[in-house]
């Protein structure tokens, strides 16, 4: 069966700590991976992505991932966390153009000062 | 990329009633999808929505309580029908980049059954 994997319901890090969430899948094909964020109140937005190639990709806002595919997991990283990434983070896999993203249950991301 | 502008942004529906969603996206797409995120929870697909054929549901989302119409190549609509406190979600519609680059997503629709 596909899905995903997101074994932490709720984080709690001090802001300029690094932080480390995690994600396994299970998926058929060649997965396509993918970190969305959402804000309370907000719409998704997207980390970051990896299709193929490099296994550690960079993404917006100081946000990295590495795809391991030994271990079936795309665990997203931060070096020092800003009290405004406080969110809502999503974990996805997705195949070819045209199939539907399967998302993990999500983590909730509390920073304290 | 493609933006996608979804109406309306929020609505507080009776029960019993029906509320359709719009979705309208900036560019031609073959796909749309429509998710559910109840209150606390991730994205679940509804369905699927190919222009020109019958919507395909996913397990626990059926045609009658969740019509979907695709008319054309930018624009979808989805109905929830006959409303309970139970569907009180939010609704969002989504599109594939090109070569699945990417999923974009509107805004969604807050919906709150009362």
């Known amino acids: 069966a596909q899905s995903v994997t997101q074994p932490d319901i709720h984080i709690t890090v001090s802001e300029g700590a690094s932080l480390e969430l995690r994600c396994n899948y299970s998926?058929?094909?060649?997965?396509?991976l993918f970190w969305y964020v959402q804000s309370p109140g907000q719409g998704l937005q997207l980390l970051l992505k990896?299709?193929?190639?490099?296994?550690l990709v960079q993404g917006i806002k100081g946000f990295e991932a590495e795809f391991k595919r030994s271990q079936s997991s795309f665990n997203l990283r931060k070096p020092s966390v800003h009290w405004s990434d406080a969110a809502e983070y999503f974990c996805a896999v997705g195949g070819q153009a045209g199939t539907a993203l399967i998302f993990g249950k999500g983590t909730t991301l509390s920073v304290s000062s | 990329s493609a933006v996608i502008s979804q109406k309306p942004s929020r609505d507080i529906c009776q029960r019993g009633t029906s509320l359709t969603i719009q979705c309208q996206v900036d560019s031609q797409v073959t796909m749309m999808f429509w998710y559910r995120q109840q209150p606390g929870q991730s994205l679940t697909l509804i369905a699927t929505a190919n222009q020109g054929s019958e919507a395909t549901y996913e397990s626990g989302f059926v045609i009658d309580k969740f019509p979907i119409s695709r008319p054309n190549l930018t624009f979808s609509t989805l109905t929830v029908s006959n409303m309970s406190p139970e569907d009180s979600s939010i609704y969002l519609c989504s599109v594939d980049g090109d070569l699945n680059t990417e999923a974009f997503f509107g805004q969604g629709t807050r919906l709150t059954v009362v």
């Open positions: 990896y299709f193929s190639g490099d296994t």
């Open positions: 998926y058929g094909a060649t997965p396509y």
